[in-house]
């Protein structure tokens, strides 16, 4: 049974009279509930259809749209065990979010329903949830919303409310993806060689809504999200050598950090997003230098004849690890981030690189040289230094970058034949691909 | 306005329905619309002038010379070149005999033609990291220049950049293929 818009005017009539009849500046119970499953075990959720409320094609589209992409959104952290659906096709769809059959959904074990309606008013969606613990037969969460946002946005926006109030935990649904793309498929100008531009890309989290942020058409690569996720600080070959640029995405303006001398690339921000640390061979070779993010205040941070690469910051922004050759083939250093003091080996590899930092927990992700021509992903814990395998051999596996609450890895690889974006657990699980079009490498993951 | 009221309503009656409910008692967040989602804005045709303004460089037109050369575009010349790639080793950047070999007769062409400036395109295969693989054509790069240096070719005739392995010349993921890939290439870029 649906509601017609006659049903809604006649509830809007009804919920106006119930307002004239009484105070409205009641405050709900705030109950800290929190979801559980039987005996430890993961709590089993479902997520039925999204009622649509308004009886056209946008809002019912809407209204799956949002079901399954926050069935997707709350299943990506595995925190929660899904019942599939085909297990509760039969439990009629509830009249309205509040009125659930919860004696049906008993009958099949679960522990939480996540219930919701949109409506279309105006040019705008109203949309609502709320999550039922099934036991208890209460609402422990829900809210509305309203707005003209992709109705992908508000699955993100829900499933993240979701995990942050039933886990505590920072979810990733709203966070972005950018990297390097040649799908343009354009030549470069000014050489007799056949080479294809490469422009700088961002998608969600799980791929969707990817879009172009360059126009170098030249090669562009090696993004880095800013801290505030406003700005991809990227390497360019516009003037020939490559520089570090801005590009404030959302304000269409573009910084040119680096004009030599010298070749300076592999920008990575501070994670009080005030500085840029990068790889320059301004003094001959590369070495890691710092600059403030305006590109003024160049420090150089390593002095020795090896190359050194790739710098990363750690979670305080008081270390600093990089790549160098120091002592042979690549390795993965540890400095502290005013070059000052000693260094020291982390890795103990045949050949690794792209160090990334964890965020939230003591760890840095890395690329490593396996046998043949393949790389595969490992993670080393800095404290202990026990390396950890992500990948196994199937094809090179590049570049490696972590979510920013720590718990899964961007990657690039060519498992499939050309290099695409992949994510996985930080236990390389769910390998997920983002990308299809084209070839796609050097990922970074926004906060 | 209407629909603000028309909202409010609504929820007061979910709020209502709770109430007569026993068993039922939604806690409701306070109604708060997500923050729109940024649409990024169109790439900037014309960068913005602080702190720096970019320009796209204007190309320009080589002076043409009484010369068979000089006749033909730079684009031909390099089709042709006359100036030979140097190959490394995996992992290195030492020019071998064969590359000393190439340099010497490079550097003759070069005084041949004293008005060339070429730059030094430093590439790796891709066994390497795409990371590391910058620093290591680079160096690849500026050994080229400094043998040519030691065969007295003027710096400024000698431009250098480094491509990774973002461009290998052969696809081919064999050994056939990464030896053509590590190499230091050589493009006249004026005459």
Not at chain 1, 70 to 81: I, K, M, S, V
Not at chain 2, 71 to 100: E, H, M, Y
Request: charged share 25%.
């Amino acid at each position: 049974m649906k509601y017609t818009s006659l049903s809604v005017a006649i509830a809007i009539a009804l919920g106006l009279a119930a307002a004239a009849a009484q105070s409205p500046q009641q405050q709900p119970d705030q109950i800290a509930t929190t979801i559980n499953g039987d005996s430890g075990a993961p709590p089993r959720f479902a997520v039925p259809a999204f009622l649509a409320l308004s009886n056209d094609a946008e809002t019912i589209a809407a209204a799956k749209t949002i079901t399954d992409v926050l069935w997707n959104d709350l299943n990506y952290e595995h925190e929660f065990t899904f019942i599939g659906r085909d297990v509760y096709a039969t439990i009629p769809p509830a009249k309205s979010i509040d009125d659930l059959p919860f004696d049906r959904w008993r009958e099949i074990n679960a522990d939480g329903v996540v219930a919701g309606s949109v409506q279309k008013s105006g040019n705008q969606f109203l949309i609502r949830y709320r999550l039922f613990d099934i036991r208890s037969r209460r609402a422990v969460l829900g809210a509305e919303y309203s707005g003209s946002a992709n109705p992908r946005r508000y699955a993100h926006t829900i499933s993240d409310e979701i995990f942050k109030k039933q886990r505590g935990l920072d979810g990733v649904a709203r966070t972005k993806l950018s990297f390097s793309s040649d799908r343009d498929g354009e030549r470069l100008t000014g050489t007799v060689e056949k080479r294809t531009v490469r422009e700088i890309y961002i998608s969600d989290y799980d791929g969707e809504n990817q879009q172009r942020v360059t126009v170098g058409r030249t090669l562009n690569a090696f993004p880095s999200w800013s801290p505030d996720g406003r700005s991809i600080a990227y390497v360019s070959w516009r003037r020939g050598q490559p520089n570090i640029f801005v590009s404030h995405i959302y304000d269409g303006t573009l910084d040119e950090i680096t004009k030599g001398p010298g070749e300076n690339y592999l920008p990575a921000w501070s994670p009080d997003g005030t500085r840029i640390a990068f790889s320059s061979t301004r003094d001959g070779h590369a070495q890691i230098y710092v600059a403030n993010k305006d590109g003024s205040n160049v420090r150089r941070l390593t002095n020795g004849p090896s190359l050194d690469t790739t710098p990363t910051w750690s979670p305080k922004g008081n270390e600093i690890a990089f790549t160098s050759d120091r002592s042979g083939l690549p390795q993965i250093y540890l400095m502290s981030a005013d070059g000052l003091g000693g260094v020291q080996r982390l890795t103990a590899e045949s050949y690794v690189d792209r160090p990334t930092w964890s965020t939230t927990t003591n760890e840095i992700a890395f690329e490593s040289r396996s046998g043949g021509s393949g790389f595969d992903i490992k993670v080393i814990d800095v404290n202990s230094r026990t390396v950890k395998q992500l990948t196994f051999g199937e094809g090179k596996n590049e570049s490696p970058v972590f979510s920013p609450n720590g718990r899964h890895v961007a990657f690039a690889s060519d498992r499939s034949g050309k290099f695409q974006i992949y994510t996985m657990t930080r236990d390389g699980r769910d390998v997920r691909q983002l990308t299809r079009n084209g070839e796609n490498r050097l990922p970074s993951w926004s906060n | 306005m209407l629909r603000n009221t028309a909202r409010f309503a609504l929820v007061v009656m979910m709020f209502a329905a709770a109430a007569c409910g026993s068993k039922k008692a939604p806690v409701l967040e306070p109604t708060t619309a997500p923050p729109p989602e940024a649409a990024p804005a169109p790439p900037p045709a014309t960068p913005r002038s602080n702190p720096t303004t970019i320009t796209d460089a204007t190309p320009t037109v080589p002076a043409v010379r009484d010369d068979a050369l000089a006749t033909s575009s730079l684009d031909d010349l390099n089709r042709n070149s006359p100036l030979r790639p140097v190959f490394f080793a995996s992992d290195s950047s030492d020019i071998d005999p064969q590359g000393k070999a190439a340099l010497d007769e490079n550097a003759l062409v070069l005084k041949q033609h004293p008005t060339w400036g070429i730059t030094i395109e430093g590439h790796c295969d891709e066994r390497g990291t795409p990371e590391y693989n910058l620093a290591l054509g680079d160096r690849r790069a500026a050994a080229a220049v400094a043998y040519l240096r030691s065969l007295g070719i003027a710096a400024d005739r000698l431009k250098t950049v480094s491509y990774g392995k973002e461009f290998p010349f052969d696809a081919g993921h064999d050994e056939a293929a990464w030896s053509k890939n590590r190499r230091a290439h050589f493009v006249i870029t004026s005459k």
